[in-house]
């Protein structure tokens, strides 16, 4: 499909923070390719595969981490960008990026980390996406970050809308090199938030069923989830229950998938430029407003019934103490943590105990529980429920 005149361009980007040292070009790629290449091949997506998505340190091997999570959103997001003539890379960059600044534990670490710095500012995982892409993931000669395009990290600073009164991490590179945070992002940007929603809305789903922790009968008292499942039954007679769960699942993806061009493409009528779309003053990739509220309710049963499950909730309370604890040992002595880590600690507020931070939030799962017992003695007990 030909480029929409509301795409972003990657021949029209506004550039990057930093100019890179030397001429070598690797490849014929646009701007947008190099973003999505220099985010696959970054330490902090490669630790993905270690930080917790619903389930925290999980045993099994089937449980998604937000490594998968962030492949299926990206796969969610090219579908979805490809039907509009939206640019496919820069829609694939954000989705692959988006959790980048998770710390381990998922909620539960970033929860524990925003308390330890609530003298500092606190912490919020979508600042820290942008800290770890900008400052702290540095693999390039005399240049910090990722030095990614201006359209991919406008995009991961806004993703659900235009941010009035960012949190320090954000506010402090924004001051450094702005992003235009008053304004409605990208289509692209706007294709990414929604495409994680279609993807741990359904893909949580499974990974609760698979646990035990939500049963189909309890699902099934929702009107979306109900009339997807009997349409599945008529369209699969005789299929084995565990099929039909995965074709539950694929289904209801695709429905919402398709609800959300369909409602887009109506939002666009008119619409002629990517300017266009940052003032709009509203989102417009969206879903309709059936649709909206029939997500909504899904959100709220999964919160209900998962993610604030007693079993879940007394998890996230283990793991916020593991991290507290971390933090406090780092805090008291420095001198635990990496050499090069250690070195670079600031001698004052608010920069050390941000810095301490920082290091936490890099880490996998396990290597938090491995530090945890190093520096205590002790395996903590309990972390992982599936």
């Not at 890379?89 to 959790?99: G, N, P, Q, S, V």
């Not at 499974?206 to 008529?234: C, M």
């Not at 943590?337 to 301490?356: C, F, N, Q, V």
Request: net charge negative.
């Amino acid at each position: 499909m030909s480029r929409a005149l509301y795409a972003a361009d990657p021949a029209h980007s506004r550039g990057r923070e930093f100019s890179p040292l030397g001429n070598s070009v690797r490849g014929p790629r646009s701007a947008f390719q190099r973003d999505r290449d220099r985010i696959i091949h970054s330490i902090a997506f490669r630790r993905l595969a270690g930080k917790t998505q619903v389930f925290i340190a999980p045993d099994g091997d089937h449980y998604r981490v937000r490594l998968t999570h962030s492949l299926e959103v990206a796969q969610i997001g090219r579908v979805i960008a490809r039907s509009l003539g939206l640019d496919e890379d820069l829609t694939e960059a954000l989705c692959l990026a988006h959790d980048l600044g998770h710390p381990p534990f998922g909620h539960s670490g970033e929860d524990a980390l925003d308390a330890a710095l609530s003298a500092r500012g606190g912490f919020d995982h979508n600042g820290h996406t942008l800290r770890t892409v900008m400052r702290i993931d540095s693999p390039y000669c005399g240049i910090s970050g990722l030095n990614l395009s201006w359209e991919v990290l406008e995009g991961l600073a806004k993703h659900n809308g235009p941010l009035a009164n960012p949190q320090w991490a954000l506010a402090g590179l924004d001051a450094e090199y702005p992003l235009d945070l008053g304004r409605w992002p990208s289509l692209e940007a706007q294709v990414a938030a929604l495409a994680d929603d279609i993807a741990y809305d359904n893909h949580d789903i499974d990974d609760g069923l698979r646990a035990g922790f939500l049963q189909l009968d309890d699902l099934l008292t929702l009107d979306f989830i109900g009339d997807q499942w009997r349409e599945v039954e008529k369209r699969f007679p005789g299929a084995a229950h565990e099929e039909l769960l995965r074709e539950l699942v694929r289904t209801q993806i695709g429905v919402m998938v398709n609800d959300l061009l369909e409602t887009t493409r109506e939002n666009l009528r008119g619409v002629g430029s990517v300017e266009e779309v940052r003032d709009a003053g509203r989102a417009l990739a969206t879903f309709s407003a059936d649709m909206t509220a029939q997500e909504r309710q899904l959100k709220r049963f999964m919160y209900d019934r998962l993610y604030h499950h007693d079993e879940q909730l007394r998890t996230a309370g283990l793991a916020k103490d593991v991290i507290a604890q971390l933090y406090a040992a780092f805090d008291q002595e420095p001198s635990l943590m990496p050499k090069g880590w250690a070195e670079r600690l600031p001698d004052s507020e608010p920069g050390r105990g941000r810095h301490i931070a920082d290091f936490i939030a890099g880490m996998t799962d396990h290597y938090a529980i491995r530090q945890y017992e190093r520096i205590f003695g002790s395996r903590p007990e309990g972390l992982s429920n599936v």
